[in-house]
Structures are given as C-alpha cells and as structure tokens.
C-alpha cells in the first residue's frame, strides 16, 4: 500500500527534525577512518597534513616514510580535529612498505586483513546483547597513490584495486602530479580510466542526485577522474599572496590552485560534500557484502556434508540456528555418555589395582612377620645356649672356687701349725 | 715537442724562421695527431649505452635529448601505445649520427619491463646475460685465429640506471640491482624526472643515496680506483660529489626569453633542461658525451671487459681433460689484485653469471 502524499493545512512542526538530527550529531561527533596506500616516497603522509591541516606525521613522531619496513604493516594514527564545535575523530590509517620490497606478491594480503577484521569488530559488537556502544572503526575509504609514470597503471596497482574494490572504497589518486604537463596529465587520466574499466575495478562512484546544480558538480568531479594531487604544507609567497605550496626554480606550484592540481576537488569531495556518502555506502554496500558473506560461510559449514546443497538456501537463518544447537546439543550428549563410560572403566581399573596391592601387601606382611618369628627362635636358640655355657662357666667357677677354698683352708690349717 | 727536438740539435736554428721546409729542428711528431684525427673521422666511432628503470621514468625522453634526435625504442616504435610487457626484454636500437664530419654508431639498449612487475625477483638476470653475452661475442671474434680487422665493438660501455625521485632513499630492488652490475658494467645513477624535488629535496635525497651507495659498496663510475693521476682525481672527485645527477628530460622546444630552449611547459613555470640552475642535464652530457666518453670506453675495454675474458679463459683453461663445465680452482685475478673465487655449479655460461653474482 504506497503512503499517499498528503497536503498539510497547517504547520505541524516536523520541519524541524534535520535540525534535531544536527543538534544530536553535533553532540555525538562523528568518526572518519580513512587508509591511505601507496609505494613509500608518493607524498602520502605530506598530503594527510595537507587534507587536514595538521601535523599528523611530525619531526618528533616521524611518519612511515622515514622509517625502513621489511615487511608490509598497517598502522592507525587518531586525531580529534575540532571545527565550528563539530568533532571529528579522525582515523588514519597508513600501510608503509607497501610495494617496496623486490617481491611484492600478497603485499595486499595485510591490508585485506585488516579491513576484514575491522568488520568482524563491527559484525561482532553488533551481535552482542549489550548495543549501546557501537564503536565504529570500519575503513571507510581508501585512497590509492598511483605513481606518476605517465603511462598507465603498474600490474601491482591493478591487482591491488582488484582485490579491494568491494571490500572498501577506493578512491585512486594521482600522486606527486607536479611532475606532468597539463597534456600529459589528461592522457595518463584517460589511460588510468581505460584500464580501469578493462579490468573491470569499481572505483568509487559519485552518487546522482536530483538536483541539476549538484549534478553538474559531480559530472566535472567525475571527468577529472583519477585526480590529481600535489601536497605541501610549506607557506610560501606568491604574488604578494601567500599560500601553501612547491618552490622550485622555475616557479611555485601551489597546492590550493585549481589550475595546478586537483587538491582542492579532493578535500571538497573528501570532507565537505561526500563524506557521509563514503561512509553509508561503507555501511550499506561494503560491510553488507562482508556480513552476507561472513554468516553463509558460517551456516553452511554447519551443515552435514551428506544433505542436497540446495536445502541450505531455503532455510532461514534462524531456522539454521536452530539445528546447529540440536546438533550440537546431541553431540555433547554423545561425548558425556562416552566420558562417563570412560571413566567407569578408569574407576574399575583403578579398584583393581587397589585389590592387588592390598594382597601383595598382605603377603608381605605374612612373609615379615614369619620372618621375625624364625629370627626370634634363632635368638632364643641361641639365648639358651649361651645361658648353658654361662651355667656351665659358674659350675666351674663354683668348682674352682671351692678348689681354692680347700686349698687356701689346708694353708691356712698348715699355718697354724698344724704341721705334724 | 719542437723545444725536445731543439735539444739535440747541435746546432740551434737562427731565431725568427718557422717555415717547416726550411726547418731543420722540426721533425713532425705532432703531425700524428693529425693522422690519428683523420683516421678517427673515418673509422667512426662506437657508442653502447644501456638504460635501465622502471617504465615511466623517462629513459627515452632522456636519450633523445641526450643527442638530440630520436634515437630511442619509443621513437622507432610503430605503435605508440605502452603496454608493460610480462617479462623483460632487451631492445637494442642502432643509429648513425653525424657531427661536424665526426661519425658515430650510437646503440641505445632498452630495458622494457624492468622492476615493473610484482615479483622483481631476479629481474636483474636477463641484463647481466645480455651484457655477458657481448663480452663473450667479442671474446670469440677476438680469439678467432682468422680475426678481423675490427672487431664490431657490441660491449656495453655504459648503463644509466635511472633512481625514482621518491625523495627517502634507494629501494630495495636499485640496491640489489646496482650492487650486482657495478662488477661488470660502468654505471651511471641518475635521479629520474628531478622536476619533482625541490632544491632542499634534491640534496638530501643525493646525500641519502650517496651514503647507501657507500655503505653498499657499490662502486659507480667515475671509479675511485681508475683514477689514473692527480688531474683525473681532481675532476672526477668533482663528479662524485655530484652524482647521481638529477636530470630532466624533454624533446620539446619552448619559447623562453626569446630563445627556443628544450623544456617542460607547466602552469607555474617552464622547466629548461640545459639550464644548470634547474637541472643537471647539462652536466651528465658533458660527462658522458664531451669530456669522459673515451675514458668510458677504455675502463669498459681495459677492465671490465678483461676481468671477463681472464675469468672465462681460466674457467675453460681449469685443466686438461675438464670441460668447460666443470667448477674450475680458485684463480686469482690479475686486475687490481683482487682474488676471486671460482666454484659454481657445472655450467659453462650459467657459471659466469653465478661467479658474477656470488658473494666475495
């Protein structure tokens, strides 16, 4: 039934809801990841300054540029930029070694999986019981650095933009383009654009709106396609004006002059029109796809392998849920049944041994014990004996002493004159 | 010279006179001078120089404006579009070029496909055959035992390696590269498309490469041990605080203060590529063409190309009875009294290569 579109009679007030959206989000702040990729020496962490007007990659903290990486990593930058009381948390992050190494196959692979497990944060806080913090720190566009070759995209270039273009946006630039000439900037867009579409890579697209101002906009964005960049956060003099920008012998190229780059398309498009587009087509396109994809996997290996396939897509997730717990559920019957029988065998087992020793121990104790009773009549053997001989020694002393007595009485009856 | 032939003279020549006919002091050694000018006119002259980098770098726009026509791949190419080709090849092209009655046989040798793809593993393989194989081309005429008389002269006298103007320091891939093919090839850096850097920039990115250049080892041309007294210490020290040379390259004229000047018309400024307050064009065409050309050729032929030849005769020469395969004893090299160690796998060619990468 279409909601038919009724004329109001007089002023309800609902007008003033964008107002509310805007007081509200005020209040909240907003968030922005951005990732910016490219070979070490293409001026990344020069134009982030630049973007944002700040000193992200100082002399104190020096950026990735300075530092040599032997492997690929991702590093996150935080800034909170304030302006007019809107907040900005303001995530960059940055993939230094990119490219740079003598074999750069799967230099995309930690970037991919950094971008994965930011949407599994996200899948998984949103899955939670609890909601009410829901952090977002999804990429919510990347910027690719192509380098000023002049002729056309490196296979590097291609199999990055490949690989990532429906995991996030990409946004692909023209890194350090003080070095071509109007002309051979045209050609090297066209040529970049020709192979974009002959590899079949989805760039970012700028929305179509209604409007016809708007659309204009974006058509002369679109045609400038890739854009452009130089960056500089050096303030220099120019005709009495100062701005930011290159000087060299021969001139200074400004980095804020639509005529020398397309710096300025960028920043507008980046963060004064299309921010909010990035990160709902994030939302609504990229971290769909991640999601849709993450729980098919999930759900199917779930299911017994011997089933028809073609019964996995008809059934609801829930549904599957479902299942998965029953199955679950007998499993770990199954495997308490056979814990339990396990451990009745241990038990029985156990008890045995327990039997055994205790005969074995009582054996042994039957064996000491003889064998103290066999030493004990040893010992009274050898006690009887041994009083035999003391007896025997005390009838002799006995005797020998009576011998002496008899002999010492004769002495002494001799001594006493006894003599006859 | 006329002073020398004075001295022993007995009798000195009455001032004033300078006719050669009537002069008895003058004998004419200087004429050969002459001679040797003529002849050179006529034999011509042979020029090989190889350039290597990554696509996009400007290495044919270099070329034709290093001699001022259109002597590079790009230009004899039919089909203007550049597809990055799956593998490296070696494009050599030829050219007669003439000046003021001077002939020369100038070879520019294109390196398509270098360190473009994702894998540069070994990328460097192919150049290092390629410049063997010239040596070995030339060793063979050489010991043909009916020789001609000139010996067609393939060697690679020069290699310009051109160093993306990243602005940090040298790539992994350059240093491998350059560390390899400064042993058997005269290398000349040059910082690529210089219009990038500012002046700070450029200074401190040739300061970092001069460094990892050092630390490397590598040893680029002008070679600090070739120097052959204190005059040539004295110029070629200049050119080392120099190098790597930043240059700019353009085929297409400009009207700049009423002059035609070659140069790069952007909005904020024309780039003049033979102006040395811009970039350094000028002086690497003065180093390659104008003052060190001869001596390119010579250190190729003298040194580079005789460490080849005493490697490869040892190799075949390692013993009665042993092919040329099998891994020859240690031998020690006549040249600037280093020992190198002959052990490799068994294969006669792959052998050089192997010697020529492995580790001293």
């Known amino acids: 039934m279409l909601a ?62 300075h530092r040599v990486k032997k492997t690929v990593q991702v590093e996150q930058s935080k800034v909170l930029v304030k302006e007019g009381g809107v907040q900005l948390l303001l995530t960059i992050v940055d993939t230094p070694g990119f490219g740079d190494a003598v074999d750069n196959s799967n230099c995309w692979q930690p970037v991919i999986d950094h ?61 350090k383009a003080d070095t071509l000439t109007p002309e051979e900037c ?42 452009a960049v130089v960056g500089s956060n050096t303030i220099i003099e120019v005709n009495g004006k100062r701005a930011r920008g290159r000087q060299y012998p021969w001139g200074v190229a400004e980095v804020e002059n639509g005529d020398h780059c397309d710096f300025t398309i960028l920043r507008d498009m980046l963060i004064r029109t299309h921010m909010q587009d990035l990160k709902d087509v994030t939302n609504n396109v990229h971290y769909e796809n991640y999601r849709s994809r993450k729980l098919a996997a999930v759900t199917y290996n779930g299911v017994d392998n011997n089933r028809a ?40 087992e156990k008890v045995q041994k327990l039997k055994d020793s205790e005969a074995e121990l ?21 006690r009887r004996l041994f009083e035999d001989e003391r007896a025997n020694w005390e009838t002799q002393q006995r005797l020998e002493q009576q011998k002496l007595d008899a002999s010492r009485t004769l002495e002494k009856n001799k001594k006493k004159g006894k003599i006859f | 010279m006329t002073d020398s032939a004075k001295l022993h003279q007995p ?102 496909g270098f360190g ?21 081309a030339y060793l063979q005429e050489e010991i043909n035992i009916d020789r001609k008389k000139r010996i067609p002269d393939s060697r690679v006298h020069c290699c310009i390696y051109f160093i993306p103007p990243t602005g940090h320091c ?101 780039i003049e590529v033979e102006n040395i307050a811009h970039c350094e064009f000028a002086y690497l065409r003065d180093l390659l063409i104008r003052t060190h050309m001869q001596n390119i050729k010579d250190i190729t032929g003298s040194i580079h190309y005789e460490m080849y030849r005493v490697r490869r005769l040892n190799e075949s020469n390692a013993g009665p009875g042993l092919a040329p395969g099998q891994a020859p004893t240690l031998v020690p090299a006549h040249t600037n009294g280093q020992t190198k160690v002959n052990g490799g796998p068994p294969n006669g060619m792959a052998a050089q290569c192997e010697v020529l990468t492995h580790e001293m």
């Not at chain 1, 970012?204 to 890739?226: G, Q």
């Not at chain 2, 393989?125 to 410049?131: G, L």
Request: contains cysteine; charged residues 35%.
């Open chain 1, 309 to 348: 396939k073609g019964q996995n897509s008809t059934k609801s997730p829930l549904a599957q849920m479902e299942e998965e717990r029953r199955e679950h559920v007998s499993k770990m019957k199954k495997m308490e049944m056979e814990m339990e029988q396990v451990f009745e065998m241990k038990v029985k």
């Open chain 2, 11 to 112: 009798h000195p020549p009455p001032k004033g006179e300078r006719s050669h006919a009537g002069d008895f002091s003058y004998v004419g050694i200087d004429a050969i001078l002459e001679q040797m000018r003529r002849k050179a006119m006529k034999q011509g002259f042979e020029l090989n120089i190889m350039v290597v980098g990554q696509s996009g770098l400007g290495k044919s726009t270099l070329m034709n404006t290093l001699f001022k026509s259109k002597v590079s791949r790009k230009s004899a190419q039919p089909n203007p579009e550049e597809k990055i080709p799956q593998t490296i090849e070696i494009k050599s092209i030829s050219h007669d070029i003439e000046e003021k009655g001077v002939r020369m046989k100038l070879a520019v040798i294109d390196t398509p």
């Open chain 2, 116 to 136: 473009d793809q994702i894998n540069n593993e070994n990328c460097w393989q192919p150049i290092m055959k390629f410049i063997n194989d010239q040596y070995e």
């Open chain 2, 170 to 270: 040298l790539r992994p891939l350059d240093v491998e590269f350059m560390r390899r093919l400064s042993k058997v090839v005269n290398i000349v850096p040059v910082i690529a498309k210089a219009d990038t850097l500012t002046l700070e920039e450029r200074d401190d990115f040739k300061q970092t490469i001069r460094e990892e250049l050092r630390a490397n080892g590598i040893d680029v041309y002008p070679q600090k041990e070739f120097d052959e007294d204190a005059e040539d210490r004295l110029i070629n020290d200049k050119i080392r605080e120099m190098i790597p040379f930043a240059v700019v390259g353009s085929d297409q004229e400009y009207q700049v203060n009423g002059k035609k000047l070659l140069g790069r018309k952007t909005k904020w400024g024309t």
């Open chain 1, 362 to 382: 009582q054996r042994r104790h039957e064996q000491m014990k003889r064998n103290l009773e066999a030493q004990h009549k040893e010992l009274e053997e050898k």
């Open chain 1, 115 to 175: 971008i994965d497990s930011k949407f599994e944060d996200y899948l998984n806080s949103e899955s939670r019981v609890n909601r009410r913090q829901m952090p977002d720190s999804r990429i919510h566009s990347c910027l690719y650095f192509i380098a000023p070759s002049g002729h056309g995209l490196k296979p590097l270039d291609i199999e990055f933009m490949k690989r990532l273009h429906e995991k996030v946006n990409v946004i692909p630039l023209i890194a």
């Open chain 1, 186 to 227: 045209q050609q090297f867009k066209k040529q970049i654009m020709r192979e974009i579409q002959e590899h079949k890579i989805k760039i970012y697209e700028f929305p179509e709106s209604d409007e016809e101002e708007e659309n204009r906009l974006v058509k002369k964005i679109k045609d400038k396609l890739p854009l």
């Open chain 1, 4 to 65: 038919q579109q009724k004329n109001l009679e007089g002023y309800v007030g609902f007008a003033s809801l964008p107002n509310q959206v805007y007081r509200k989000s005020v209040k909240r702040g907003f968030e922005f990841t951005l990732m910016v990729v490219g070979e070490s020496g293409l001026g990344k962490s020069t134009l982030i300054n630049s973007l944002f007007l700040t000193d992200l990659y100082s002399s104190e903290y020096p950026g990735p540029s």
